[in-house]
Structure formats: C-alpha cells, structure tokens
C-alpha cells in the first residue's frame, strides 16, 4: 500500500549498531519525559505508517490530532519542497507571502471582525502563552485580578500553560507556578455565575477565563453551548477577557473550522458555508482570543493566537511579545495549505459524514458505554468491566489493537479511548479501522 522508499534509508543508523536495539538507543540518548516509545516509524502515506518491522499501521490518532492531511500529501510535500528551496527563514524583522496569506485566512475562517490580528508561535504552549500574556496585560490595565480556568483542562507544559492545566499529576512537581488562578468544575453553570458574582468579585475582579470548548486530553469532553454563551456574556459583562483553547478542536477537526463556530450553530446561528476569503458577520460566541496549533500545520510547528477586534487585537503592543521561528515561510506555508487543502477537498464535509459514521459503529460494539464524537474528534467509554482482569481496559485495548490489528489509537483515562484521525481519511480506511478494532474488541471481551 505504501512504497518502501525512505524505510532503508531511514534505518541506516541502525545498520552502523545492530547491537543496539532502537528501545535502547532512545532510552540512553532521550529524555525521560515521554518514556519509551510504542514503536520506530520510518514513513507514512494518507492514513498508514510504517514501523521499523515494515508492518503497516492504521493511524486513527493523526499524531494527537496533528496530521490534518494525513501523511506525505501531495500538495504539502510539493509546496514545502518549493518553499525550502525558496525561503525557509527570514525572522520577524521581515515578512513573507505565506505569512499574511495564512493570518487572512485564520481571520476569514473564524469570522473576526476588523481590527483582529494573528500572532504566529510554533506549539500549542507557546500559542497559550502569547494569550496569558495579553490576559495579564489586561490584568495589569483593569486590575482586575482573578483568571479562571477549568478542571480536566489541559493548555500546555510551558510554566503559564502549565499554570492553566489543573492536573496536580502535571503541576505538583514544580511547586509554585503563576498566582491568581483558579479552577471551576467544567460546564457547571453555577460555579460559573459564582466566579463572576459580587462576593467572589471581593477577591478582585476577573481578568480572563481559559476554556477548551471540548477538553481534550480529559476525553473529548464538550462544554454545552449554553456554557459557553453564558462565558460569553459575563466576560462581556465583567469586562473580562473569554479565551478558547482551540489547539485540538480548530481547524476542521470538529467539522467546522473551530468548535465555537458549531457551538454557535446548535444555539442557531448561521455558520457561512464558504467561509476562506468570504467577509462573514461575527458569530455570538466569537471569543476574544483564541488560541490555535496541532492540526494548523499537518505536522509542520505552527501556533497561533487570534486576537478578535481591535481592543484584543492591540493588547500585546510593539516589542511586548515575539519569537524567533514563529510564522516563518515554511510553517506558514504548511498552515496555508492545510486550509486550502480542507476547502478544496471538502474536508470539512468529509470530516462530518465519516465522524457520525464512526460513532454509530462504535456504539454497536461489546463493552462499548458512551461515545461522545463532533467531526473526527471521538472519545468512547468502556464499560468498567469490560475484558476481565483489566483495570486499564483502554490501556489493553489500545495496546492489544497497535500489537496484534495494527491500529494506532490512544487512551486518555483508564476508560476511555480517543480518535483523531486525519481528516483526509477515507471509506476503505473507516471498513479497516472497524475490522480492526473490532477483532480487538472481540478478542478482548471474549
Ligand atoms: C495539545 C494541546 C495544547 C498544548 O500544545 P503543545 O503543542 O503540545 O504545546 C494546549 N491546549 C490544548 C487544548 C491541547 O490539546
């Protein structure tokens, strides 16, 4: 299915070593942090890699929701081949095509009315970061206090990213991170008012709230759009400052370019259909700032920060912000693409019609409890029970389907399994993941 090119090549080094094997190399050559890796890739093409065995491996994670056209597409590895032949980097003080050519798209795509401005970073973290620092900026301005986030909320490793995350498991290692922030129990209407009344204003107003609309790393959890229409009007109310995480969920992944713009749809509201280059009226749940990564870049690095409106899009002034490598030609250009790319090939459509086919097939299966699913972006429960003598059954489910189905899939709790696959995926992929997963499945609660 994928041509073999690249995989010796890729497996010279370990010719040099062959007393080594690869766990080994890594573990002695690698940081910790990640421990060891489940495998050593050499290539991929669409949905499929290949290991260091030359066995072919369905990627239904899309490198974490990254690989929004899969691997090696076409037209990225032919623009991205231009490009390094062209510029690959020129720093901030200069500018280049793809760099304005993806901000005006970012804008176009999310409806931000005029006066809203891109900031290119090269992660998620980095993208969080450029947002606190725009909320402390207003912090410093109004005095207001307060940033509020969400537990079960994941926003990056940096130190403020880091600061936004509630797992202790993440921060407790660190000891003190930044001040003021605290966490309320997600889509919890009350503790929302609660946060923003005049007896929690006593501790000092809020400045800002970070929320993913769907958290992520906690399983593909949704805020309703209630929630997030009541963010949006007492942030409005307060004079804070309403942040969305979209690292995971923008981009397509959804079925709409972001989740606020579907939220917005389910409370109502006209969502364009052909939103790149169209000027568009802003959406009701429009943020103002949202933060953007993983799928912008199909795997190139690129963050973003868009700032809506004038006021946000002026917080962080000349000389208050930068990066070296953020927006440069190459990743631009990787941005630029994906969203091409997604138009062109009605990848938002696709995104849609092969996601609900997914979840009613996964409902279908032994075992299988709750399937939450919007576009491609899917969490699905296991029954405590299920596969006898598991207190992970998801960790031996995803195991059990990468070792013996070759399919790549991941666990994000104990219970509860995640798919992110790229949104180029295809029939003939969605008939070999559920031939896969399903004899997993089988085998396993047998
Ligand atoms: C992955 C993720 C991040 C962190 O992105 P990095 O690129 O790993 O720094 C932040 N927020 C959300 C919602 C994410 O899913």
Known sequence: MIQAAGHADALRLDRLDASQTW??????????VFGTPQELLTHGEGCWVVDSQGRELLDMLGGIAVNALGHAHPALVKGLAEQAGQLLHISNLFTSVPQMRLAEMLLNTAQ?????????????????????????????????RRILALEGGFHGRTVGALSLTHKPAFRDPFGELIEGIEFLPPDDLDALENAFSAEAGAGGGVAGIFLEPIQGEAGVRPLSAQYLLRARELTRKHGALLVFDEVQTGIGRTGEWFRFQGAARELGERVPEEPVGASQEASDLTPDLMTLAKGLGSGVPVGALVAFGAESGALLGAGQHGSTFGGNPLAALAGQITLETIQSEGLLENTQRLGSQIAVGLRELPGVVEVRQFGLHLGADLAPSSYPGAQEPAKVLVTA?????????????????????????????????????GAAVRELSA
């Open 23 to 32: 766990q080994q190399r890594y573990e002695q050559s690698l940081m910790g």
């Open 401 to 437: 389907a990468r070792e013996r189905y070759g399919l790549i899939i991941n666990a994000t709790g104990p219970h509860t399994i995640r798919l992110a696959p790229p949104l180029i995926l295809n029939e003939t992929d969605v008939q070999e993941f559920f031939a896969r997963f």
């Open 112 to 144: 931000a009315p005029d006066g809203s401005r891109v900031f290119f970073a090269n992660s998620g973290s980095e993208a969080n970061e450029a947002a606190l620092k725009a909320v402390l900026r207003h912090r410093k301005q109004t005095g207001a």
